[in-house]
């Protein structure tokens, strides 16, 4: 990745920006498993290529600042910590680095730092997959794993808004909790041969025909349907659904309904190889 200083700020921040991933051949992060198998690929096709400015990075450098202030916990008895591990899934290694295991409790830890819309939300689903592929990853070496938990660290809490709304995390860190089960490890090792044998496919493949990230991976917002009058410039109701859309219609009047498309947020502001996808070029770019 080329790293770029825009703004020239302290070197500092660039030396641990250049704290990157070396793609090693059939090996991937349980990180990278989570994303688009378009955009995994097109990371480590076009590695050298990817440029990005510091100043785009300041929360990820802010996690990784986090972490590193996290790694002097010491551990107890029954704990160690920032361990990386890799297993073999058929043909590939998986690797991945959990925070903190507690043998005693069987409790996998991992340090998160979010937008507290994060957790008012409370889709912690990708959350749980990734702590769950950990747990498997530590079950591989004869270590019992129970549950997990996140300490989500919100980067943008505010304290007034804790004070005055009711459903606003009242402080800027929260613990969330996972429990597993026998059946959830089974279902996460089909789930990883699955994601591998996709993988394999889609590396013949070249940049163009890669399978689509899902409307999920793409962060997009969902399609919207708008009961439009003629002659009006505003929506009288917009609605989730066409049928939604089509009822209101029918009960409250309105000429026709047109469709609004969902934003693609992670094609626009958040992938770094966009520059380098059909997708985006041609269906997200002549939008901003």
Same mark, same amino acid.
């Given at each position: 990745? =080329? +790293?770029t200083?825009? !703004?020239?700020?302290?070197?500092?921040?660039?030396?641990? #920006?250049?704290?990157?991933? %070396?793609?090693?051949?059939?090996?991937?992060?349980?990180?990278?498993?989570?994303?688009?198998?378009?955009?995994?690929? $097109?990371?480590?096709?076009?590695?050298?290529?990817?440029?990005?400015?510091?100043?785009?990075?300041?929360?990820?450098? @802010?996690?990784?600042?986090? /972490?590193? +202030?996290?790694?002097? /916990?010491?551990?107890?008895?029954?704990?160690?910590?920032?361990?990386?591990?890799?297993?073999?899934?058929?043909?590939?290694?998986?690797?991945?680095?959990?925070? $903190?295991?507690?043998?005693?409790?069987k409790? =996998?830890t991992?340090?998160?730092?979010?937008?507290?819309?994060?957790?008012? !939300?409370?889709?912690?689903?990708?959350?749980?997959?990734?702590?769950l592929?950990?747990?498997?990853? %530590?079950?591989r070496?004869?270590?019992?794993?129970?549950?997990?938990?996140?300490?989500?660290?919100?980067?943008d /809490?505010?304290?007034?808004? &804790?004070? +005055?709304?009711?459903?606003?995390?009242?402080?800027?860190?929260?613990?969330?909790?996972? /429990?597993?089960? &026998?059946?959830?490890?089974?279902? =996460?090792?089909?789930? !990883?041969?699955?994601?591998?044998?996709?993988?394999?496919?889609?590396?013949? $493949?070249?940049?163009?025909?890669?399978?689509? *990230?899902?409307?999920?991976?793409? @962060?997009?917002?969902?399609?919207?349907? #708008?009961?439009?009058k003629?002659?009006?410039?505003?929506?009288?109701?917009?609605?989730?659904?066409?049928?939604?859309?089509?009822?209101?219609?029918?009960?409250n009047?309105?000429?026709f =309904?047109?469709?609004?498309?969902?934003e693609?947020?992670?094609?626009?502001?958040?992938c770094s190889?966009?520059? @380098? *996808?059909?997708?985006?070029?041609?269906?997200?770019?002549?939008?901003?």
């Amino acid at each position: 990745m =080329i +790293i770029t200083n825009k !703004l020239n700020l302290p070197e500092s921040f660039v030396n641990m #920006a250049r704290q990157d991933y %070396i793609f090693a051949d059939n090996e991937y992060r349980v990180t990278s498993l989570l994303k688009g198998i378009r955009e995994t690929i $097109l990371e480590r096709r076009h590695k050298d290529e990817i440029e990005q400015d510091v100043s785009d990075m300041i929360w990820l450098l @802010f996690g990784t600042a986090v /972490h590193s +202030i996290l790694e002097h /916990h010491k551990e107890g008895d029954y704990e160690f910590k920032e361990e990386r591990i890799k297993v073999c899934i058929g043909d590939y290694i998986l690797s991945g680095q959990f925070d $903190l295991y507690n043998a005693e409790t069987k409790t =996998i830890t991992d340090y998160k730092t979010c937008s507290v819309w994060k957790v008012i !939300l409370g889709d912690y689903s990708d959350w749980r997959k990734q702590t769950l592929i950990y747990a498997y990853m %530590i079950s591989r070496f004869g270590f019992d794993v129970e549950n997990a938990e996140i300490v989500a660290l919100m980067k943008d /809490h505010s304290k007034r808004d &804790a004070k +005055i709304k009711d459903n606003y995390p009242p402080l800027p860190v929260q613990k969330i909790t996972f /429990h597993f089960t &026998a059946e959830d490890f089974i279902e =996460i090792e089909e789930w !990883l041969n699955q994601r591998f044998a996709e993988i394999a496919e889609a590396e013949k $493949l070249p940049d163009d025909e890669l399978p689509l *990230c899902t409307p999920e991976e793409r @962060f997009n917002s969902g399609d919207k349907y #708008a009961v439009m009058k003629k002659g009006r410039k505003t929506a009288m109701r917009v609605l989730d659904s066409m049928e939604e859309a089509e009822k209101w219609q029918a009960d409250n009047g309105g000429d026709f =309904i047109e469709t609004r498309k969902g934003e693609d947020k992670k094609c626009k502001d958040y992938c770094s190889v966009c520059q @380098f *996808c059909n997708y985006y070029k041609e269906e997200v770019q002549n939008e901003r």
